[in-house]
């Protein structure tokens, strides 16, 4: 896709969830025990139908908008996801969300097992741009949210525009990330 055809897509979501953004104030008030809200997501939460990121957009949630968590998380691709389900004047929705960014996100034990070797924490709250290639200039591959766990790939770091750049996997496939928004996670004991 070129980038003139995302900035379009991207405006007319934006111009969506505005045209949408009354009809949440409609809604009835939430009982307090079973919801939660949505934050640290400005420019809005993508609900997914499921518990990946490469799952189709259900509805982009506002900051600070009420969601019901339904069951337990459950870790995909490095994220921890919740199902969470939203009622606005247009109806019921249902789907998945990364955690982190819920208010009732208590924090997590990093899961062992699924990565080998070396993992690493995103912790940058507004999510971390993964590029094809070290460097500013590399091509934005995907943008993973706060608290994806990455493995590395043992190759070795490289300084490309004044950043220091990590190689990960996402996918099966090689990324690069700016290594100061990574922190490693313990290794699983042996």
């Known amino acids: 896709m070129s980038r003139k055809t995302l900035l379009v ?7 969506l969830g505005l045209l949408a953004l009354p009809m949440t104030a409609a809604a009835a008030p939430p009982e307090a025990a079973e919801w939660t809200h949505v934050v640290n997501a400005w420019l809005g939460l993508r609900m997914r139908s499921g518990p990946s990121l490469t799952d189709p957009i259900v509805l982009v949630l506002y900051n600070g908008e009420d969601v019901r968590v339904n069951g337990d998380p459950v870790w995909a691709q490095g994220i921890r996801w919740s199902a969470v389900d939203v009622t606005r004047q247009a109806g019921d929705f249902e789907g998945w969300v990364a955690s982190a960014y819920l208010a009732n996100y208590p924090g997590y034990e990093e899961p062992m097992g699924f990565f080998e070797g070396e993992g690493y924490k995103v912790t940058s709250s507004i999510g971390l741009r993964l590029r094809s ?4 200039n590399g091509p934005v591959v995907r943008i993973v949210p706060y608290g994806t766990i990455l493995e590395a790939t043992g190759a070795s770091d490289k300084t490309v525009s004044g950043l220091v750049w990590k190689q990960l996997y996402l996918d099966g496939e090689t990324v690069w990330a700016a290594s100061m928004y990574l922190q490693q996670v313990p290794e699983a004991d042996e």
């Open 9 to 15: 897509m991207f405006a007319a979501m934006l111009l």
């Open 133 to 136: 290639e070290a460097g500013l």
